[in-house]
């Protein structure tokens, strides 16, 4: 996610150069074509009018494509904000319910039942970041539809299995290396231990339900993450949008000469360059800004910033832990969190 509440110069260059010389040297060659071959009797010219209805057609073409990707990012962060909000109730749960008389009678928990505690709360924190890395097990660097992203040498973040071997047993870690879906063998799991916790009486039936009902909605909002990313954006629009733009700013420099040509005796037409290149990269940063959009677990600058969502729900469970030996959280790295 880019924090910075104005996008540097330097970012917008990175993806608009190429766009930009390629208008410049396309507008300069049917300008220059123009002043040359008009006077020999062939004019180049379109009639402005029907240029004007396509670009208005186009306009609202992209405003449907652009709606579209926008909200299924915000989708996409309030399901990570309903994370984090089950996520604590998870941890302000099991600290509370788990541990029968031993927490009503007011005493500290043991060292045993304190393992317990932790044991639940680590692998919740292990379930968010198996999820995580799902998510961005492809990247948008693999997504060969995709023209105008610039490297921008982000850390890949699909392969840190670490985040989730800290919270692991070994015995426990090793055994999602064969599971096909490792977050939900995590919940999965935590509800086998809330069962085996009531069975030694440490939960009553009514926490054993409200805890379930918690892993129920892991269940749930996973799903919903689920559905997002296996759901790609749909080609029809995401393609004919491009193809749109394209022949629009193709067609743009034969309206706009003719148009230019009409001022101050033709001394203007070469006005037809510069106006030609601010019209087309309007037009294509527009493309641009929603084909970055469609999909926000991608590891890249319009992603989620679920690795930083993931430390705060780290920094939180393990105070209600008690821990004292916190991780920082995380920071913009060139004014993009991830």
Request: include cysteine; charge should be neutral.
């Amino acid at each position: 996610m880019y924090t910075r509440r104005n996008i540097r110069t330097k970012l917008i260059l990175q993806f608009a150069w190429k766009n930009l010389l390629g208008f410049t040297l396309w507008a300069g060659l049917v300008t220059a074509s123009y002043v040359l071959l008009r006077p020999r009797g062939l004019d180049i010219r379109l009639p402005f009018l029907p240029l004007s209805t396509i670009g208005i057609a186009v306009a609202f073409y992209m405003g449907f494509k652009n709606s579209q990707s926008y909200d299924r990012f915000w989708e996409a962060r309030k399901i990570w904000g309903g994370i984090v909000n089950t996520s604590r109730l998870w941890g302000s749960q099991v600290c509370s319910y788990v541990g029968g008389l031993e927490l009503a009678a007011g005493a500290e928990p043991s060292a045993e039942l304190r393992g317990v505690h932790q044991d639940l709360l680590y692998r919740q924190l292990a379930w968010i970041n198996a999820l995580r890395l799902q998510l961005r097990r492809t990247t948008i660097h693999d997504r060969h539809n995709l023209s105008y992203a610039p490297d921008l040498h982000l850390q890949l973040d699909r392969d840190s299995q670490d985040n989730v071997a800290c919270f692991l047993s070994s015995a426990e870690y090793g055994s999602l290396g064969a599971a096909a879906n490792a977050a939900v063998q995590l919940l999965h799991t935590q509800s086998v231990k809330l069962q085996q916790l009531r069975t030694q009486h440490l939960l009553n039936d009514f926490q054993h339900i409200d805890l379930m009902q918690t892993v129920k909605e892991g269940y749930n909002l996973q799903g919903m993450c689920e559905r997002i990313k296996n759901t790609p954006f749909p080609r029809q629009y995401a393609y004919f949008s491009t193809v749109f733009v394209w022949i629009f700013v193709l067609l743009l420099p034969l309206g706009l000469v003719g148009e230019f040509s009409k001022l101050s005796n033709g001394a203007a037409v070469w006005l037809t360059v510069p106006f030609s290149v601010l019209i087309s990269w309007i037009f294509t940063t527009i493309e641009i800004v929603g084909d970055n959009s469609e999909d926000p677990f991608e590891n890249y600058i319009n992603d989620v910033p679920m690795t930083a969502i993931c430390r705060t729900i780290e920094i939180d469970l393990r105070q209600m832990l008690g821990e004292t030996n916190l991780p920082p959280r995380l920071q913009p790295v060139d004014d993009i969190l991830l």
